[in-house]
């Protein structure tokens, strides 16, 4: 398979897609676009199809504020990438509309229906937080995925990054088949692929650990028997403003049964009393308030680099999704991760900042929606 | 992020890290304690439970032993018709009486003697004394035997006891045991007679 990755910071939505389709050119069979919000989403599905020559059915395109193009993290612009098959690969593309306040249970069986766990295959879901609904989609399929006992290795994915005006998130968009969609999601399954699946925390291994003894749905309620809020008091204590920010630096890391390290947790905002993170938790868990340190998540993802560039030996296509939160935490350095993918990898490059990330646990179990966290996907055509 | 900012943060990590281990450390110390109780104590009367009356009869035994002019008296009390409250009126009361049992134990001797519930209605206490000081605790038997027989005339409840002393009749746990229990027998067989 060929693969391009190209970018453009035109202000303008259209002459940064003629900017892009120059340098790309028209031989490919399907085309990805990561499109900041600043842009007017409505025009996206109109102007991509006809400025790339190609069919509504081999153009995807979704709200990213930053996204990767190769080693370069493109702020406010568009970033495209496009495939041209030349041996068994295909794409399949599956995608909702709609997020209804419940039957997340429904939406799942849907989507799980549309997924192919065969072991050339991998799936690909982007989608938007929808206020909060899209995680619990996520969460029943990854009940399904244990339940139907298939190989949890072949789904990973990412939350499309929008604004947040206060503690509001703007909606994220997708343009589908000649569509805009608002609020919804879809699954790119990739056939006629070996894959593998890499995830980086950076996370320290040591921490104070404190039972979740009681969470609603993304709210933690009571940790060891007290207030949730008086953890993130103590934490900004001496700080003076009360910015959840700060709190990205510490993590909360979800262990299982074992205590063993499944997934992280970004604080999305506190009270007195309570603390609410970016996904669900669950009544019972254990949480390890972690610290990230630069050069440790530096050091982890040279290490995931390198052991999903051994596993595939040469890769077609590189796929990260990478938290936003974890932008903020490695500042100037957030470039470094793409350069080490890029060195490591040594394959084109697309991905974007998330709020969110789809992959499998850290102990490889369980399909989790991460924070904090940079998955990478490899691909390479059978 | 402003460095000042990384830096509290940094700080308030670790005193939270510090917080969190001193206080897993004081419940680790609380439960150890608690289990060090439990396995000292009878989990009824809250006096020391058999095991515990072995080891520091093995260690008086020593004690008096090296010491020469020191006695121990090992006091076997068991009650008379304790099984009747049992059956009749049912375990939850029978737990009651020897609670009120181990009171009255715990009152009677000196703070320095040792009381312990060997086993059901069975109790064995630990007097040590210099020579001359029978009298005193056959005196002090005597008054506890009252206020059982006073607390419990309902039921008809009295106490029967017999005494051994070491190092004089023996340097072994067991065998001042078994004395002071045949001593206690001979006593409530008397009872008995008397009746």
């Known amino acids: ?382 | 992020m402003k460095e000042d900012v990384k830096i509290t943060i940094f700080f308030n990590y670790l005193e939270e890290l510090t917080r969190k281990y001193n206080e897993v450390f004081e419940l680790k110390e609380k439960l150890l304690k608690e289990l060090q109780e439990r396995a000292m104590y009878d989990y009824l009367t809250g006096l020391y439970n058999r095991h515990v009356l072995i080891e520091l009869l093995e260690k008086e035994i020593e004690r008096v032993k090296r010491e020469g002019e020191e006695r121990v008296f090992v006091v076997f009390l068991d009650l008379d018709n304790f099984k009747k409250v049992n059956d009749i009126y049912g375990h939850e009361k029978g737990d009651e009486v020897l609670k009120e049992v181990a009171k009255i134990l715990r009152e009677s001797f000196r703070k320095y003697d040792i009381v312990s519930r060997f086993g059901g209605d069975e109790f064995v206490a630990l007097v040590p004394t210099k020579e001359g000081d029978k009298d005193q605790l056959l005196a002090r038997l005597v008054e506890i035997e009252r206020r059982i027989e006073e607390a419990f005339s309902d039921f008809g409840i009295s106490i029967s006891y017999g005494i051994a002393v070491a190092p004089d009749e023996g340097v072994n746990v067991s065998e001042l045991i078994n004395l002071s229990d045949k001593r206690m027998y001979m006593m409530k067989e008397k009872k008995k007679k008397r009746k």
């Open chain 1, 1 to 382: 398979m060929k693969v391009k990755v190209a970018s453009s910071k035109n202000p303008i939505l259209r002459l940064a897609l003629e900017e892009i389709a120059d340098k790309i050119g028209s031989d490919f069979d399907f085309i990805i676009l990561a499109v900041s919000p600043k842009y007017p989403f409505s025009d996206v599905s109109r102007v991509a199809p006809v400025i790339f020559n190609v069919d509504c059915s081999q153009c995807i395109a979704f709200s990213s504020i930053d996204a990767f193009s190769n080693t370069e993290i493109v702020s406010e612009g568009v970033v495209a990438t496009v495939f041209k098959f030349e041996r068994k690969g295909k794409i399949k593309l599956s995608y909702f509309s709609e997020l209804s306040g419940s039957g997340f249970d429904r939406q799942a069986k849907e989507l799980f229906n549309k997924l192919s766990f065969d072991c050339d295959c991998v799936n690909v879901i982007l989608g938007d937080y929808s206020d909060g609904k899209f995680p619990f989609v996520i969460r029943s399929l990854s009940t399904l995925i244990e339940k139907e006992d298939v190989p949890v290795e072949r789904v990973c994915g990412g939350i499309f990054s929008t604004f947040i005006e206060g503690k509001k998130k703007e909606k994220g968009y997708m343009s589908v088949e000649g569509r805009i969609i608002s609020g919804g999601f879809l699954a790119l399954t990739f056939e006629g692929f070996d894959s593998t699946i890499g995830l980086s925390t950076g996370a320290f291994k040591a921490g104070p650990v404190y039972s979740v003894d009681r969470a609603l749905g993304y709210e933690i309620l009571f940790l060891d028997g007290k207030p949730a809020g008086l953890l993130p008091k103590r934490i900004l204590s001496g700080i003076g403003e009360e910015s959840v920010e700060p709190l990205w630096y510490t993590p909360l890391v979800v262990l299982n049964g074992d205590g063993q390290p499944v997934a992280l947790r970004t604080f999305k905002s506190f009270t007195e009393t309570s603390i609410e993170v970016w996904a669900p938790v669950e009544s019972g868990v254990k949480v390890k308030l972690s610290l990230v340190v630069v050069e440790e998540i530096l050091k982890d993802t040279e290490f995931v680099a390198r052991r999903v560039k051994e596993k595939i030996g040469f890769a077609d296509v590189c796929f990260d999704f990478s938290c936003a939160a974890r932008q903020v935490t490695l500042e100037d350095k957030a470039q470094e991760e793409l350069i080490i993918y890029g060195r490591e990898i040594d394959a084109p490059l697309f991905g974007f900042f998330t709020h969110g990330e789809i992959a499998p646990d850290l102990s490889g179990r369980r399909l989790e929606l991460h924070n904090q966290t940079s998955v990478c996907l490899v691909m390479r055509e059978l």
